[in-house]
């Protein structure tokens, strides 16, 4: 009876927590990146992809939004709607914590590139670690939908 309903609701709170950990993310990046900038304007191609990589989580999670609510018209009992929560599931974690997290952690790597600029390259290592998790989220939900 509510199937399509619990279906609908996994699936915008998948697109929105996503969306909220990007937004966290992006925040903590975009404000390192403008101190690192207002001290020496020439560092913002070296802090960019540092900036942008908390992004992809609200990407992935659109992408899942758009995946999983193409067969909300199939759904007939509250057992397939459930499992459509139980599909994105996966994405809608992992695309929240790790978007935080990986915020954090760029956000760190940008103020060291700051000192050191000819770090941009390898201290992207550290927040891309964080990304696998995102990326393994990802691949559960769209194998689960």
């Known amino acids: 009876m509510y199937g399509k309903v619990i279906a ?3 699936i915008a709170l998948c697109v929105l927590l996503c969306g909220i ?3 966290v993310g992006l925040f903590k990046t975009s404000a390192a990146a403008a101190g690192v900038c207002g001290e020496d304007p020439k560092k913002f191609g070296k802090v960019m992809v540092l900036v942008l990589l908390p992004a992809t ?3 992935y999670g659109f992408i899942i939004g758009i995946i999983a609510s193409g067969g909300i018209e199939t759904i007939a009992t509250n057992a ?8 994105v599931l996966p994405m809608m974690i992992s695309g ?5 997290f990986q915020g954090k952690s760029a956000m760190k790597c940008i103020y060291a590139v700051g000192k050191q ?3 941009s390259g390898k201290l992207l290592v550290y927040p891309a670690m964080i990304e696998f998790y995102a990326i393994l989220g990802l691949i559960i939900s769209i194998m689960l939908i």
């Open 96 to 100: 929240l914590v790790s978007a935080i």
């Open 80 to 87: 397939e709607g459930w499992a459509v929560l139980g599909a």
């Open 117 to 119: 600029e000819t770090l």
């Open 57 to 59: 989580q609200g990407i």
């Open 8 to 10: 609908l609701v996994g």
């Open 21 to 23: 950990g990007s937004c």
